[in-house]
C-alpha cells in the first residue's frame, strides 16, 4: 500500500471515536494515511488486532501501558496477540512516574512489567512501543529505561529494536536512544512548543517518526479538543519547519521510517 501519511502512535479504538469510527476510518484510508494502532491493556491490544485485520493502512501494537495495573500482564494471552502478522510492535509499555505518589512503588511493579514485554518482543522478533513519562522536572523514567534497554541489548543485540513515542526528553535522552538504533517520535506538540526543537534538529532524519497519540495532543488551531491521525500531517510540517528541511522530503522520510521500523515492507 502507498502512504500519504504515517501515523506510528494513535488509539483510535478508543470509545472517543465509538459515534464515528467507520467514517472517520474511511476518510483516512481515502487519505491514504497509515496507521498503527496501539494497545494500552489487553482489551484494547485486542480492538486494534481487529481494526487492523479490517483495514488495509491500519497495523497494531499490543502491549500494557505502564499505569495500567489493576489487571495482571497475561503473557499468554500478548503472545497469541503478538504473533499475528498485522501486529507490527509490542507496547505501549515502558515507565511513567508522573503521577506516581511513591517513586519505589510504581518502579518495583513497573520495572517487571516492561522487562516481561521486553522478553515478548524479543521473542517474536518485533519493535518496542516506548512510552516514558518522567516525573516533573526530572529525567528518572528515561534514565531508568535506558538502564533496562542497555541491559537487554547486552542480552540479545540488533534482536532488540524499537521507537520512543511522545519524546519529551532532551539531547542527552535522545542520544542514548539512537545509539542503541531506536527511533524517536513527535506529536502535535511540536506545532506549539518549542521545548523539544533541539532535539528535533539534533536527531538524525532515518531516527524520526511522526505520530499524533490520538485522540490526545491535537495541534494548535484545536488544542483541547479530540484529535485524529490526520493532525499527522501538521506533525510533518512543523517537523520540516523546524528542521528547516522541504516538507515533501519530511513526509517521505516518516513514511520510510515507519515502513523500515515495522516491517511493513513484508505486509504490503
Ligand atoms: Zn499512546
Known amino acids: 500500500m502507498d502512504f500519504q501519511y504515517f501515523d506510528s502512535h494513535c488509539h483510535v479504538q478508543g470509545s472517543e471515536y465509538d459515534t464515528d469510527r467507520d467514517d472517520l476510518l474511511t476518510a483516512l484510508a481515502k487519505s491514504k494515511i497509515g496507521m498503527t494502532v496501539v494497545g494500552v491493556d489487553r482489551e484494547a491490544s485486542q480492538s486494534a488486532v481487529a481494526l487492523a485485520e479490517k483495514h488495509e493502512n491500519i497495523f497494531a501494537a499490543v502491549g500494557q501501558h505502564p499505569t495500567d495495573t489493576n489487571e495482571p500482564f497475561v503473557m499468554s494471552a500478548f503472545e ?76 540479545h543485540g540488533d534482536m532488540l529494536i524499537g521507537n520512543i513515542h511522545f519524546f519529551v526528553g532532551g539531547i542527552e535522552e ?68 523546524i528542521r528547516g528541511e522541504n516538507e515533501e522530503t519530511i513526509r517521505q522520510a516518516m513514511i520510510e521510517n515507519a515502513t523500515r521500523v515495522f516491517g511493513l515492507g513484508e505486509l504490503a
Open 80 to 155: 497469541i496477540l503478538a504473533k499475528n502478522p498485522r501486529t507490527v510492535a509490542i507496547g505501549e509499555c515502558g515507565l511513567d512516574y508522573f503521577r506516581a505518589d511513591n517513586h519505589d512503588t510504581a518502579r518495583a511493579t513497573q520495572i517487571p512489567l516492561l522487562e516481561s514485554q521486553i522478553a515478548l518482543a524479543v521473542s517474536v522478533n518485533k519493535p518496542l512501543m516506548i512510552h516514558a513519562r518522567p516525573s516533573k522536572g526530572t529525567m528518572d523514567a528515561y534514565s531508568e529505561i535506558i538502564d533496562v534497554l542497555k541491559s537487554a541489548k547486552r542480552e
Open 174 to 241: 535522545a542520544r542514548a536512544f539512537l545509539e542503541m538504533g531506536f527511533t524517536i517520535s513527535y506529536t502535535a506538540v511540536i506545532t506549539f512548543a518549542n521545548d523539544y526543537d533541539e532535539t528535533i534538529r539534533y536527531t538524525p532524519l532515518r531516527s524520526i517518526l511522526s505520530e499524533t497519540d490520538s485522540p490526545y495532543v491535537s495541534p494548535a488551531p484545536n488544542r483541547g479538543k479530540r484529535n485524529s491521525p490526520f493532525a499527522v500531517v501538521d506533525v510533518v510540517q512543523a517537523i520540516a519547519r
